[in-house]
């Protein structure tokens, strides 16, 4: 089996969602980590939401208007008193989230080895170029893949479908990575070769089959790739 592209998922991969952490405490003192969690957690709840529906296409709202109103029941949950000022500046954090620091290296050496190197994601086409352009990333990631098109978010095999697609190529020969075990079991699923990045060491799901690999950072990418041949050759799995 040869990997010969690799797709990444955007928010918590690439960028840290959870970077608003700091705006958000700076706001709401004692608060800031426990709303960014619950902003992430009904931000994710209500993809499902929309595309559990029956109707996804009457239902679908684009990414960005999901993570707004996801805040807002993070704020309401929590008790505090979200201005429009306030909620304005955490909704303009999340055009600009950090990157995980290893990510620009990683990046890069898919460059310097020919491999394709694009984005899979549930946020909205304008959402994701803010987020590339203000991350330096563009000239390091193409395709960049919205689910907009096919009105479903993840875990909907149709988002997945938007890949292979894309790059011509089948599921099998992309190596798609999350740092979101439930997008890695997804992904699977649908058939790509795939791999979990999981940062914080959490458990691994008991739904299976497990991810292909899985690693502490985006350095594994690297690692499952195995060691560079010539430029723009196909990579085997070591």
Known sequence: MKIRAVLFDAYGTLFDVHSVALAAEQLFPGQGAALSQL???????YTRLVTMSGQPE??????WELTRAALQHGADRLGLDLTPAAEERLMNEYRHLSLFPENREVLAELKARGIPA?????????MLAVAVKSAGLAELLSPVLSV????RYKTDPAAYALG???LGLPAREILFVSSNAWDALG???FGYSTLWVNRSGAPAERLGPAPHFTGRSLREVLACLGKPRTARAAVAFP
Not at 58 to 63: E, G, L, M, S, V
């Open 187 to 189: 992904a699977t699923w």
């Open 148 to 151: 907009h098109p096919v009105r």
């Open 164 to 166: 292979p697609a894309a």
């Open 58 to 63: 009457a239902h679908y709202r684009p990414f």
């Open 39 to 45: 902003w992430r957690e009904k931000q994710i709840e």
């Open 118 to 126: 694009g984005i899979l994601s549930n946020g909205d086409p304008e």
